[in-house]
């Protein structure tokens, strides 16, 4: 059913013929990721399939993730590397559009509401499939390239198979920013990725009170495929990075809730 809600809402936000868009493909792989409870560095395979347009009302992004781990983090039962979905929505209300008059003033060039959905499963022993929903107001900044701060409402529900219950946690908060530049150091350069601060989220499914969470990903990225003389801005290269600190809420004290880790990415946009 949740599932279903998550498409209906795609398709009615989409709905808007774009003035733009963008979709990419990217593969991505690091040695340096954790798991709580897991004292073991786990190497993960990202492939990542993403859209991004932008229409009369705002902007729709749209993302799936598929996430392979190594055998440093089995699949339950299994003798192989868990598997993990992870799928993301957000859609843009921009202020400025839906009142045919430019919303800006100091540094801000827009004032828009921003909505989403994450949506995820695991097939590890914790089980952790996770539904998330968001609303609050969000701010663009006048920049030469993008970049955005909100402020969100954020309501989460999940499971927790090695405690045999399901999670349905409080209402909390999330400060989120989003950022992309573009710059030349004697090659195109792209500088972009987001990070979160999520407050804390009641009790886990073990009974524990839980932590602030942050939670960044970002990519330096080469414009490969103009240096090899073809179209600008449609193959990259180059290093990705995660730092997750009190990752999903859990303390610190825990092992594997710290993540600091480097990754190769490649990228291509049609």
């Known amino acids: 059913m949740k599932l279903f809600v998550v498409i209906l809402a795609f398709l009615g936000t989409a709905a808007n013929a774009a003035d733009w ?74 202020f400025s559009k839906l009142s ?20 995820s499963s695991k097939n590890d022993a914790f089980g952790g499939a996770e539904f998330k929903w968001m609303l609050g107001p969000k701010v663009e900044f006048e920049v030469p390239g993008y970049l955005s701060l909100g402020v969100l409402a954020l309501k989460d529900t999940g499971s927790n198979s090695l405690a045999g219950v399901k999670v349905n946690s409080p209402w909390t908060w999330r400060l989120s920013s989003v950022w992309s530049f573009d710059f030349n150091v004697g090659v195109p350069v792209v500088f972009k990725g987001w990070a979160t601060y999520t407050g804390t989220r009641g009790k886990d499914g073990f009974g524990n009170g839980t932590h602030p969470e942050v939670w960044s990903e970002s990519a330096l990225m080469m414009d490969v495929g103009s240096l090899a003389g073809g179209a600008a801005k449609k193959y990259y290269a180059g290093l990705g990075y995660q730092y997750i600190h009190n990752k999903f809420n859990n303390s610190s004290q825990l092992v594997g809730t710290k993540v600091s880790a480097p990754s190769v990415r490649f990228e291509a946009h049609f």
């Open 21 to 94: 868009s963008d979709s990419y493909i990217s593969y991505s792989c690091g040695s340096k990721y954790h798991e709580p409870a897991n004292p073991n560095d786990i190497t993960k395979d990202v492939i990542s399939l993403g859209y991004i347009g932008g229409n009369a009302l705002g902007s729709n992004f749209f993302a799936v993730d598929m996430l392979k781990s190594d055998g440093n983090n089995p699949a339950n039962n299994g003798t192989h590397g868990a598997q993990e979905v992870y799928v993301v929505f957000r859609n843009t209300l921009s």
């Open 100 to 119: 045919n008059s430019k919303l800006a003033f100091g540094p801000v060039r827009d004032v828009a509401l921003e909505s989403g959905i994450d949506f």
